[in-house]
Structure formats: structure tokens, C-alpha cells
């Protein structure tokens, strides 16, 4: 497979270093990285030079009609994510985007309905974003754990974002902006962390939130809470910030047979878990621990992670192992926690549909921001 990279700033080099090493951990040989394209040219020429890829350019569409593309890496701004990929996946390429992969749920929707004009064109090209924490190995055990009855239900959920972004962080012009950015704090830091809540608790039902641009001068929130309710009855707390001096990422879950916690900062392997079992309950610890053993490279989230069984996945012809309709429902949950927060409402599944202000935008019907309180000098 031809591999282009688009955009070649700094979440691109991950990718590169992911692809470079995917035949030595368990993924298809013959993917090749070939192209690296981008709007500035002695950027996209340094990042060749660097990762040691052939060819480099300013021209994706030139590259895809040339059919010189088998799969595109969107490492762009989010803002330009959607028509990166409706190319794409028009000229049969498979995509890969970075998160957030779209800036809201009507553009989630566009991009579904063009892969499956393209499948019923019987042109290849699927589509998958970039949730890389999904693919630890604790998350995988915490899940099978919940499934096969180990831990027993879950009861209390905590999932905690806690960044520290300076002031001269969001002078980038395309960053702390609903137009450019999809929103705040919530969709470009905290989609990660509740993109794994859903993935370990299954669908929600209804969220209460709330929202402020506290300390930085952006268009968009530094911070957000919300209180959600999940199908199979768990409370979850998730908190959003980038104004938290002491950094942390944060998931808590409580159940019948003990508390699962898990912290990191931006990936973790599985020293990063720590189980505490009920009384009597140690056999959930020591299951816990002899699955850790068999762990792969100390069972590390990132990119090589995803792209491993993502790989192995396009060249057999399979779905990737996130969907389109993954990426949506992760995007549904960032959507109901504005919509909470500025209008005071509770949000339950399914109500934010074509023709709500929060389908064709996090920002939905504005931001009632009070002003930024004074910073310390």
C-alpha cells in the first residue's frame, strides 16, 4: 500500500514512526510510506528529509487522480479534515484522520453518506479516525473483564482531563475556535479520555453539563463538566480543562468486585493501571495481573497500536476497527455536553438531530461566556 501523509506538523511525525515500524510488530509488509503533502513546501520538503519519505508535494488531488495514493493520513487542521477525506475516499483511498476527525455531527453525517456512495461505487476506500488509546492492552482486559463478569457491573465511572495549555498555546490561529477547531478544551483534549468511556461503558442516555472560558481569551470553553447516566445504569463524572497546572489524564471505574483506575498523561502502557479488589475479591487483582503478563510491548496505547490491526484490516479487505459510526457517537457525546452546558438543559440520546443548532456545530446557539476572570500577574 502507497501511503501519502497530509500535513506535516507535529502529530504527523507520530504516524510516520508508526508506519516505519508496522512490519516489526505484526503488521502487513509492503505499506509504504511515499508522499508527504502540505500547503507550506519547505515544510513538506524538511518532514521528507527527516522521515526519509520519497516523495513530497503541495498537491493531494493531483497525487489521488494520479492514483498514486492507496491510503491518506489527515494531520491537518480539523477544519479541513472533511474534504481531505470525501476526496479520498471518492478517488477509492482509504483514510486515516486525526481526532477530531470532523467539526460536528452534520459533517460526521456528510462524511458516512460519502463512504457508503463510495462502497456502492465498489471503490475501497474505508474510513477510520485516529483514537489511539483505544488500543492499549488495559483497556481491551477492562473491557473483556466487564463483559465476561469478572469486575461484575459497573456502578461510578470518573473520567478527568486535566491539561495545562499556556496563553501563547492558542495564538496558533486555528486553535481555541468553534469554526476551525470544533470547540474547546472538550473536543481537541478531552475526546480522548470520554472517547474511552464509550468504549468501555457502551451508550449513554442522557448528560448534564457545564461550561466556562475561565482564564484563556479563546472563542470556545477551557473547561467543562457534565454528569452522564449509561445504558447500563452507570453515573459518570467527566471533566475537561486546559488550565490545570498539574497534568493528568484520569479514568476511574467502580465496580462489584473492585475500583479500576488507570493514569497517564498522553499514552500509557499497563504500569499505568492500578486495580484495588473488594475484600475477598483478590482473584480480581491476580486475573488481572497474569493477563497483564502476556501483554505485547507492556501493553502501550499510541499510534503503532491502532495501526497495526487497522493495517491488517485495509489490506484484507476488512472494516477497520473504528468506524464512522464510531467517530459519530463519540462526537454525539462532545455535542450533548455543549448543548447541556449553554443551554442549561439536560441532553438525552438522540435528540440532537438535522436541523438542531448542535448538529451543524459545537457552538449550537452561541456561548454565554461571562468575562474572563483577571489571570495572576
Known sequence: MKVTILGAGAIA?????????????????????????????????????EHGVPQHGTDLQALLDAGAVDVVHVCTPPSVHLEAATAALRAGAHVVVEKPAVLSLAEADTLAAVEREAADAGLPGRFTQIVQHRFGAGIRRLRRFLDDGTLGPAYVAQCDTLWFRTPEYFEVPWRGRFDTEGGGTTMGHGIHQFDLLLAVLGPWTEVQAMAGRLARHTDTEDVSTALVRFANGTLATITNSAISPRQTSRLRFDTAAATVELEHLYGYDDSSWTVTPVVGREDVAEAWAVDAGRSVDGG?????????????????????????????????????????????????????????????????????WAPVKAVPA
Do not use: C, K, N, W
Open 13 to 49: 511525525g507520530a504516524h510516520a514512526e508508526a508506519l516505519g515500524a508496522l512490519a516489526a510488530h505484526g503488521g502487513p509488509d509492503g505499506v509504504e510510506l511515499t508522499h508527504v503533502v502540505d500547503v507550506d513546501a519547505d515544510r513538506a520538503a524538511a518532514f521528507a528529509a
Open 300 to 368: 502501550e496505547s499510541g499510534h503503532l497500536a491502532q495501526l497495526v490491526p487497522t493495517y491488517q484490516a485495509l489490506v484484507a479487505g476488512r472494516t477497520p476497527p473504528v468506524t464512522v459510526a464510531d467517530t459519530r457517537a463519540t462526537l454525539e457525546l462532545a455535542a450533548a455536553i455543549y448543548r447541556s452546558a449553554f443551554t442549561g438543559a439536560t441532553v438525552r440520546a438522540g435528540d440532537i438531530v438535522a436541523g438542531d443548532p448542535f448538529h451543524a456545530s459545537m457552538a449550537g446557539t452561541g456561548t454565554p
